[in-house]
């Protein structure tokens, strides 16, 4: 091949990255006004009262490309619950190992500290998960909240509070506690009154544990 072939394949070749790398980047903005959009419209008109013309209008997408990106409402509703549960996972386990990287080694404080990191981040990603824990999204999407209850008992092995009847009745009781504590969390506007309800929760579950 000549030198000049060379070059012109070079400089196709740089052609074709550089296009790929235009629709990445825009596809990825188009991704993010819709889900954007979508987590505004949903908080504020609620997943039922919010259609895919609503998505539309405020994202600027075309419905083609929400439905080429996603597939529907309901899959870009399980896109955004996707996304905060594992944001709230990421934050919760870097709580963990900050409390065994200081020297914790109760089982039950390092949980509540990931618990706290947790409940905190579910205040602050209220927008979404009043959604999702309130249970006002799709029906199928329970099975987030499915994976996270599952995650919260696996968060709890090797946690035993009094003498449980069941293996898992300790996780059960912590899991109560923590859902409960979100739910609340989904009605409060300011971060005091949010860290008074978490710091309360965490203080149960560690009482709880020094009446064992």
């Given at each position: 091949?000549s030198?000049a072939?060379?070059?012109?394949?070079?400089?196709?070749?740089?052609?074709?990255?550089?296009?790929?790398?235009?629709?990445?980047?825009?596809?990825a903005?188009?991704r993010?006004?819709v889900?954007?959009?979508?987590?505004?419209l949903f908080?504020?008109?609620?997943?039922?009262?919010?259609?895919?013309?609503d998505i539309?209008?405020?994202?600027?997408?075309?419905v083609?490309s929400?439905?080429?990106?996603?597939?529907?409402k309901?899959e870009?509703?399980?896109?955004?619950?996707?996304?905060?549960l594992?944001?709230?996972?990421?934050?919760?386990?870097?709580?963990?190992?900050?409390?065994v990287?200081?020297?914790?080694?109760?089982?039950?404080?390092?949980?509540?500290?990931?618990?706290?990191a947790?409940?905190?981040?579910?205040?602050k990603?209220?927008?979404?998960?009043?959604?999702?824990?309130l249970?006002e999204?799709?029906?199928?999407?329970?099975?987030?909240?499915?994976e996270?209850?599952?995650?919260?008992l696996r968060?709890?092995?090797?946690?035993?509070i009094?003498?449980?009847p069941?293996?898992d009745a300790t996780?059960y009781?912590?899991?109560?506690?923590l859902?409960?504590?979100?739910?609340?969390l989904?009605?409060i506007e300011?971060?005091?009154?949010a860290?008074a309800?978490?710091n309360?929760?965490?203080?149960l579950i560690?009482?709880m544990?020094?009446a064992?």
């Amino acid at each position: 091949m000549s030198p000049a072939s060379t070059s012109r394949a070079s400089d196709g070749l740089a052609d074709q990255i550089g296009e790929r790398k235009g629709e990445w980047r825009r596809s990825a903005g188009t991704r993010k006004a819709v889900l954007d959009a979508a987590r505004r419209l949903f908080n504020e008109k609620g997943y039922d009262d919010t259609n895919i013309n609503d998505i539309v209008t405020a994202s600027g997408v075309s419905v083609g490309s929400i439905y080429h990106q996603f597939g529907g409402k309901k899959e870009v509703f399980r896109a955004l619950a996707e996304a905060s549960l594992a944001r709230h996972r990421e934050v919760s386990e870097r709580a963990t190992k900050k409390a065994v990287g200081a020297g914790e080694t109760d089982p039950l404080r390092i949980y509540v500290e990931g618990a706290k990191a947790y409940l905190l981040d579910t205040w602050k990603q209220r927008d979404i998960d009043r959604v999702a824990i309130l249970l006002e999204g799709p029906a199928p999407e329970v099975a987030v909240s499915r994976e996270q209850r599952a995650r919260y008992l696996r968060g709890s092995l090797g946690i035993t509070i009094g003498e449980p009847p069941m293996p898992d009745a300790t996780g059960y009781a912590l899991y109560g506690l923590l859902t409960g504590a979100a739910t609340q969390l989904m009605s409060i506007e300011d971060r005091r009154t949010a860290n008074a309800v978490i710091n309360y929760f965490a203080d149960l579950i560690l009482k709880m544990g020094d009446a064992d």
